[in-house]
């Protein structure tokens, strides 16, 4: 089966740090990606993991732990502009396609 | 570059109606995959198309259905229409250059689909 889980929402002061956990339990792995979505807007790419380790990208970060099925992502100096919904997402392996396996997505408020 | 662009936008429909959904993927993506996105269920991925052939398929009932074109253009089709099928569809387009390692998805704005 596939199962993929966020908190479904999370609230922070502006400039602090936020930290999102993504737990996923799936029958391939081909990486795991995060998104951002604004309301009304399509979803845009953040980061990916696909090794052990932490990725560092501007304010942004992700962490993956392949063996404890986890990932992270964490946001640093958080900005008004960063309230919005992160999508974890899974890459099945299947035939190398594109097909995403999508967590139920957290949605971050950043208070002033 | 131009990014992914799907029409029409917003569509109504009335239940049992049929409808079509078009995405033009980014200049020299051969891959587009569709997904559904409801509040209840997050993005749910529909299927996908790699070259004109469908390569993978998500668990959706056979109302729904897509096809590629030779300039990688899709098409998805809804037949017979519920009121669950409300909801945001998205097609994502990639280059899957090297097998699909590393490359992320490409989504388009998405079509706002109301069946009354």
């Known amino acids: 089966g596939q199962n993929i889980d966020q908190p479904t929402e999370m609230t922070a002061t502006e400039g602090a740090i936020v930290q999102i956990n993504c737990t996923y339990q799936?029958?391939?792995?081909?990486?795991l990606f995060w998104y951002q979505q604004h309301a009304g807007e399509a979803p845009t790419f953040l980061s990916y993991?696909?090794?052990?380790g932490l990725e560092e990208k501007g304010r942004f970060s992700s962490f993956l732990s392949r063996s404890k099925g986890y990932s992270y992502l964490l946001l640093k100096e958080l900005q008004m502009k960063d309230s919005a919904s992160y999508l974890c997402?899974?890459?099945?392996?299947?035939?190398?396609?594109?097909?995403?396996?999508f967590g139920p997505g957290t949605r971050l408020s950043v208070l002033p | 570059k131009a990014g992914v662009t799907q029409t029409p936008r917003y569509l109504i429909k009335t239940r049992g109606q049929q409808v079509t959904l078009s995405c033009s993927p980014i200049?020299?993506?051969?891959?587009v995959s569709w997904y559904q996105q409801t509040p209840g269920q997050g993005l749910q991925f529909l299927f996908e198309?790699?070259?004109?052939?469908?390569?993978n398929k998500g668990n959706f009932p056979g109302r729904f259905s897509g096809r590629q074109f030779s300039n990688s253009r899709s098409e998805m089709n809804v037949s017979t229409l519920e009121l669950g099928d409300s909801a945001l569809y998205l097609c994502?387009?990639?280059?899957?250059?090297?097998?699909?390692?590393?490359?992320?998805?490409?989504f388009g704005q998405g079509t706002r689909l109301t069946v009354v």
């Open positions: 994502a387009s990639s280059s899957n250059r090297d097998r699909g390692l590393n490359t992320e998805a490409f």
């Open positions: 799936t029958s391939g792995f081909n990486g």
């Open positions: 993991n696909v090794l052990d």
């Open positions: 997402a899974v890459r099945d392996p299947r035939d190398y396609g594109q097909n995403f396996v």
């Open positions: 200049s020299g993506h051969r891959s």
């Open positions: 198309y790699f070259s004109e052939t469908q390569r």
